[in-house]
């Protein structure tokens, strides 16, 4: 094996293999093939991901310029973009290596090949590299070396890349987990599953604001609409409500059939602005859900309880099939409320506890008996 090549290989077995990031990989690797005299001033790598809005995502290393990530939705792999990138056909599997002598007229045939010359670079080199799911992921890079790089080097690195491409699966794997973790457990929860909190019964208690939503008539009203648009129609719901919970910082941790189960942690001690990210967003949910268009062309209705309280949040289930999820009087009384805002056609109803440590001018509307609950609950409601 070529001596080059040996040394990049050493490199990725020993410093590239303790780099946790993408960052510090990239650089690394390029700051590697500098000691061998191989110029190397921008890296790019490209991976498939599992995400349900995201195909791809791109990390980008140049010399002297910051660290970006850029991420590829679904629907721009059809941008003229990626249809005239040398990427594309290393990525569909067609091609295994492509090489861009920035100086030549092949540089013509690629947007990015004439970008990169017009800002001083030489040669530009793509490489497809297999992930552990026997995808193609691609790594690129270009160099400002006088002339362009040997071809000896182009052949020291390509020897060398299996390496390098098995330390990037690893950051590839990590990140699909995340991903994977994020759209079904939830971002908080999905980082704790990936640190080890896995345990059957691992759970810590909390005090949360409880959002607690359903959708009024949906069983009568999914017998008309028929799976498909029944589908379109949660879809649509669960869009409005994921937007809002996002947006003032809560964590959607189940969606139960029609209804969402959310949590807004307190943090420092004070409720008051978990309560009131949960009032805001079942304005910003009754908002939105106002200005959708039903498959039916119905309204879409449903209602909201808050509580705010402590929680028993963590690992609940079978042995071999767990829930990372909440349980609790919180949880009942917020689930109980929304009952009784279906109950009382309002679209939202909160407990006392809630509605005073939101300090918002929420109207009382009199003591009820609700369900489990061992003594009658003062309910409030949005102002008229």
Not at 61 to 77: A, I, L, N, S
Not at 97 to 111: D, K, Q, S
Not at 282 to 293: N, S
Not at 324 to 351: K, Q
């Amino acid at each position: 094996m070529d001596p080059v090549t040996v040394a990049l290989v050493r490199w990725c077995l020993t410093e590239g293999a303790d780099c946790r990031h993408a960052e510090k990989l990239l650089a690394g690797f390029a700051e590697a093939c500098d000691l061998q005299g191989i110029r190397i001033d921008r890296l790019m790598f490209t991976l498939r991901t599992l995400h349900p809005q995201l195909v791809a995502v791109g990390w980008f290393w140049e010399r002297g310029e910051p660290f970006v990530q850029r991420e590829y939705r679904h629907k721009g792999v059809s941008d003229q973009a990626f249809l005239s990138s040398p990427v594309k056909p290393l990525l569909e599997g067609k091609e295994q290596r492509i090489r861009v002598p920035l100086t030549g007229p092949e540089a013509e045939r690629y947007p990015i090949a004439m970008e990169l010359h017009a800002r001083g670079f030489t040669d530009y080199l793509a490489f497809a590299l297999r992930a552990g799911d026997g995808r193609p992921n691609v790594m690129t890079l270009a160099s400002k070396a006088a002339g362009g790089m040997a071809e000896e080097q182009v052949l020291a690195l390509e020897a060398a890349l299996p390496a390098v491409g098995l330390l990037l699966d690893r950051q590839a794997l990590r990140l699909i987990a995340r991903n994977v973790c994020t759209t079904y457990i939830g971002e908080h929860t999905g980082r704790r599953v990936l640190d080890g909190e896995i345990q059957r019964g691992a759970v810590e208690r909390l005090r949360a604001a409880v959002w607690f939503a359903d959708l009024r008539g949906f069983t009568a009203r999914s017998l008309d609409l028929g799976v498909e648009r029944t589908v379109e129609l949660l879809n649509l719901w669960f869009g409005v409500v994921g937007e809002a919970v996002h947006a003032e910082g809560g964590e959607i941790l189940k969606f139960i059939g029609d209804a969402a189960l959310v949590v807004f942690p307190v943090r420092d001690g004070h409720d008051g602005p978990a309560c009131r990210a949960a009032l805001a967003t079942a304005r910003r949910t009754l908002e939105g859900v106002a200005a959708l268009g039903a498959p039916d062309g119905l309204p879409i209705r449903f209602g909201v309880g808050l509580h705010i309280g402590e929680v028993a949040y963590g690992n609940i289930g079978a042995v071999d099939r767990l829930d990372f999820t909440v349980i609790g009087h919180a949880v009942n009384l917020a689930a109980r409320l929304e009952a009784l805002a279906g109950e009382r056609g309002e679209p939202l109803l909160t407990s006392r506890a809630f509605a005073e440590a939101s300090g918002e001018d929420l109207d009382p509307i009199g003591r009820y008996p609700l369900k489990g609950i061992p003594e009658p609950v003062e309910v409030y409601r949005l102002p008229r």
